[in-house]
């Protein structure tokens, strides 16, 4: 039976059509607009010629960019950090949420243990403790410098635990029942129906590991060992110029803070850009079913 839409409907649904279209373009234009200036001159943008459109087009921003072997060193550095940081941080992340989702009567202690991970939310030994533990456990200059000390993100496991707890108990129950023990029940049952929850906190953990560049620039001793938006902070940022060749001066003498600046965020963007449409359609889901619940 066919569906007739009332006139009114007709004009709640395109007032509705026609905002949404205004904020995608008002959310589209700034990274429009930073896509042209990374495409145009330093004195163009300097001088604030630029719109949505390259003005005086060059590739000098990127020429920079990718020119070096050390941009393409960092570049893989920061392709393993998010690789090993995102695979280790799920897995630690599931098995801590699955025995803290449970009830008192079955895990007993359970809110001691949740506490423990809490208090780190709460309070913070600081940043020299942080660095001196590193450099006891011989980790400083390592790929694992970066991806072991924040290998359990607190809030993650509290996002999962309390979506495994919206879970209908009788699906473990039944498992139980059919002789299952708690590591088929976790990667048989809970891991299938919580994807929304999963692919959230993997967008989470990927953007993390991707944009920081902090603890890169405190715990790397050799230039060659910066992931990437640590290694772009130091020519970009600190205009750092010793591993800089006079070839490269010309490039540089081309760009201005915006063009680099422009150009830096679709390099730090790109990937997660390619990944995220993958992703989008368990994100809302995925916060809204894992923040419900005490």
Known sequence: MAYKMSRGRKLFLMFNYTLLALLSIVCILPMIHLLALSFSSGSAAAAGKVSIWPVEFTTAAYDNIFGKKEYFSAFMVSVKRVFLGTSISMLLTVLAAYPLSKESNQF?????????????????????????????????????????????????????????????????????????????????????????????????????????????????????????????????????????SSQELDILRQLSDRTSTAAQIFVAAFPILLVYPFLQRFFVKGIVLGSVKE
């Open 108 to 244: 007993r202690f359970r809110t001691v243990y949740a506490w423990f991970f809490v208090i780190t939310i709460l309070f913070n030994g600081g940043l020299i403790p942080w660095y001196m533990t590193i450099k006891a456990t011989g980790l400083l200059d390592s790929i694992w410098a970066l991806v072991l000390p924040g290998a359990v993100p607190v809030f993650n496991v509290i996002l999962l635990l309390n979506f495994y707890r919206g879970l209908p108990k009788e699906l473990e129950e039944s498992a139980k029942m059919d002789g299952a023990n708690h590591f088929v029940t976790l990667f048989k049952i809970y891991l299938p129906l919580s994807l929304p929850a999963l692919a959230t906190i993997v967008l989470f953990t990927m953007v993390g590991h991707w944009n920081s560049w902090f603890d890169g620039l405190v715990l790397m001793n050799r230039p060659e060992n910066y992931p990437l938006q640590t290694f772009l902070q130091t020519i970009i940022i600190k205009k750092d110029f010793r591993f800089i």
